[in-house]
């Protein structure tokens, strides 16, 4: 059963830590996203990726950063975690092209 | 004005209802996604359609291009529908990013 993991499902960091969250993918896929989901706002892009060590900003990059060393892995670091970060943190793959999304369980960051 | 409008924001239906959630749009696109969350986070890819129809059991998804309209059908709705039900389109330009709904809280009652 192919799939997008995540790290962690809940995690409580404190304000100015550095916070990694991480997201591995076993299809192979060469698009790989991360989103924040907030009531009221939907779904928001942070950052995407197309290829190993090729980023692109979305639309809040913000106080955000994203490393991807290998295909599989792609790394959302809070470089001083706030609490306007608290948020559900979703990561999702796809192949080039217009092709279907996988989706990550989420991750529920709740800074204090 | 946002650029992928849902509606109903909320629906409350009884089992057995047939449903309708709407998807308006307003770039150009190559194709629509219907997703669905259910409570606790994950996001479940339905369809992917950039013209006609396509049918998976229960649920069925419709667009129209010209009138840039989409709409996913439920029929013999069932509590385990009840979830959060989103509309993303990947622009023409920009074609591996999506653009979200607001999302549809649909809760089917026994």
């Known amino acids: 059963d192919v799939k997008v993991t995540q790290s962690s499902r809940y995690l409580v960091k404190r304000t100015g830590e550095k916070v990694f969250l991480e997201c591995v993918q076993d299809m192979d896929h060469e698009n790989m996203f991360w989103y924040r989901q907030d009531p009221g706002l939907g779904l928001r892009l942070i950052y995407f990726?197309?290829?190993?060590?090729?980023?692109e900003k979305g639309d809040i990059p913000e106080g955000y950063s994203v490393s991807r060393e290998k295909k599989e892995r792609f790394s959302l670091i809070l470089e001083s975690a706030s609490t306007n970060q608290t948020s559900m943190y979703l990561c999702a793959s796809s192949l080039l092209g217009d092709y279907g999304y996988t989706f990550g369980s989420g991750t529920r960051l709740t800074v204090v | 004005k946002n650029e992928v409008e849902q509606s109903p924001q909320n629906l409350t239906a009884q089992e057995g209802e047939f449903i309708t959630i709407n998807c308006s749009y307003s770039?150009?696109?190559?194709?629509l996604h219907w997703l669905q969350q259910h409570p606790g986070g994950g996001i479940v890819s339905l369809f992917m359609l950039s013209s006609g129809k396509k049918k998976h059991g229960r649920l069925i998804a419709t667009i129209n291009i010209q009138e840039k309209h989409s709409s996913l059908h439920i029929t013999a709705s069932h509590p385990r529908d009840s979830a959060v039900y989103i509309c993303?389109?990947?622009?023409?330009?920009?074609?591996?990013?999506?653009?979200f709904g607001q999302g549809t809280r649909l809760t089917i009652n026994p």
């Open positions: 990726s197309y290829d190993v060590k090729m980023k």
């Open positions: 993303a389109v990947s622009r023409v330009q920009g074609a591996q990013k999506l653009v």
């Open positions: 770039v150009g696109i190559s194709a």
